[in-house]
């Protein structure tokens, strides 16, 4: 199973438009969009929908109220343009050994509540100053489910991106290095600056050349006792002197 792309694009466009007529907005699936590692100038949005699943080497198929998905977005108000990357997490087949993650499928009420989340969250964040009108809109379960998440053949899970994961492993995965590098391009994929080694090297044993020469320095002040001890000796010895005369 695939997401439709064409009719996602089309339906976010409808809702877009109705809400604002004179903006642009454009949606795009993106497969490696990480959680907390939006481009410089985007936002993060996260939502949990139902979704269908069928495994490709036996066509079993399963449902899940526990699908993730990851959006960023970047709007320019001077331009009433903006952008959406999306990115589906998968599932995969619990009777399979060597199964992969699939593409979930949606119906339409669950596609139509997605999207519409999603420019709610457009809304506020780029167009009412973090006000919000309406609440997201919840799951709603198409058939009845059984049994808890399972969080071991969950995508999202595994990267640490579902909720529902975080409770059952207890830890939380570190971030992609792409992360801590500085971007400086609103747009994803271009612009990133990679920080030199050999400089950082540099300064840091100049730091350290530094700290050995303070380490080696003489100190600000004299001990106190060390003075007394030395007066004392000298007089013993001027004393000793006289007494042998």
């Known amino acids: 199973m695939v997401v439709d792309t064409r009719t996602w694009e089309q339906t976010f466009q409808e809702l877009i438009r109705e809400a604002k007529p004179w903006t642009t907005w454009t949606l795009k699936l993106d497969g490696n969009l990480q959680l907390d590692c939006p481009a410089q100038g985007w936002k993060q949005y996260q939502q949990r929908a139902f979704g269908w699943f069928r495994c490709s080497s036996c066509q079993r198929s399963w449902a899940s109220a526990q699908v993730q998905i990851l959006c960023h977005t970047y709007g320019k108000h001077w331009t009433s343009q903006g952008q959406v990357r999306v990115r589906v997490f998968g599932q995969r087949c619990q009777k399979c050994s060597w199964s992969q993650y699939e593409t979930p499928e949606f119906s339409s009420g669950s596609t139509t509540r997605i999207l519409n989340n999603l420019v ?99 100190s600000d002040g004299s001990d106190p006792l060390v003075i007394y001890v030395t007066i004392l000796l000298l007089v013993l010895m001027v004393v000793k002197c006289f007494t042998s005369e």
């Open 120 to 218: 709610q969250h457009i809304l506020e964040k780029y167009y009412r100053n973090g006000m919000r009108k309406s609440s997201e809109m919840p799951v709603i379960l198409e058939v009845p489910l059984d049994g808890s998440h399972d969080t071991a053949n969950c995508e999202a899970c595994t990267l640490g991106v579902c909720g529902q994961g975080l409770k059952s492993y207890m830890t939380k995965p570190s971030r992609s290095p792409l992360c801590h590098l500085n971007i400086r391009s609103s747009s994803p994929g271009t612009g990133v600056y990679i920080p030199n080694p050999a400089k950082n090297q540099s300064a840091g044993a100049k730091g350290a050349k530094g700290s050995e020469y303070e380490k080696l320095g003489p």
